[in-house]
């Protein structure tokens, strides 16, 4: 008798909350926010002709450790050396060296650029971006836009087919910035030290979230 009462019990119990029905929502959306640019990056090349290419080598040297000195007695600028080359010219009989000079900072680094042009350095490109901060930040913020937007559209989901969201199984993020140069400047040597106009436009950070959502009655 007691054996009876207890599967009649047992029976009669609620289903776990495993055994309840249950609708998994699959949802994704993007964020964006606009960051301002902070940092301007800038290329330039020492190019010289010589007799010999030891003489050409031996001034590229001495203007580079220059533009170095100069460069890095700026306040948060950083200055790197890139690619060196030397090659005769048959038809002129001389010998080209060359190397290039990169720089990254604050807006210090455009006054830099035109104050090398006046020196001779060949531009390539300067232009603003995100720093390294930026990005992480402007990261940060599209992906809190994407949930928020994830989070909204799934509980208006489940509000219209008469349930609720009560979990969050899968979460999904990607997130990179646009990439989109602000202003790339290519020019010869200037007349005088007039830094180039290099407009900083806001850069657009955008993530995207895929979501599996949990809704239930």
């Known amino acids: 008798m007691i054996r009876r009462l207890l599967l009649l019990t047992a029976l ?8 309840q029905s249950e609708t998994r929502l699959r949802l994704s959306e993007s964020g964006s926010v606009t960051v ?7 290329s330039l090349r020492i190019e010289v002709r010589a007799a010999t290419a030891a003489e050409a080598q031996e001034q590229v040297n001495r203007a580079m450790a220059a533009a170095l000195a100069t460069a890095r007695g700026a306040a948060g ?16 009989q001389e010998f080209i060296a060359q190397q290039s000079l990169s720089l990254r900072g604050p807006e210090a680094v455009i006054g830099l650029v035109g104050r ?20 992480r930040q402007g990261r940060d913020d599209a992906t809190r836009a994407a949930i928020r937007a994830v989070q909204e559209r799934g509980a208006a ?3 219209d087919l008469g349930l609720r969201v009560t979990a969050l199984r899968d979460l999904y993020v990607e997130s990179a910035p646009e990439a989109r140069p602000m202003m790339a400047a290519r020019a010869m040597a200037a007349a005088a030290p007039t ?10 950070v955008t993530a995207r979230v ?5 809704l239930r009655r």
């Open 12 to 19: 009669l119990a609620p289903l776990p909350a495993f055994a």
């Open 36 to 42: 301002q640019p902070d940092e301007v990056t800038a």
């Open 77 to 92: 600028v950083r200055a790197t050396t890139g690619h060196y080359a030397a090659r005769a010219d048959r038809d002129k």
């Open 116 to 135: 090398f042009q006046a020196d001779g350095l060949l531009l390539d490109h300067v232009q603003w971006q995100l720093s390294e901060a930026a990005q």
């Open 157 to 159: 989901i489940a509000r």
């Open 195 to 204: 830094p180039p106009s290099v407009t900083a436009e806001e850069i657009t």
């Open 210 to 214: 895929t979501a599996d959502l949990l």
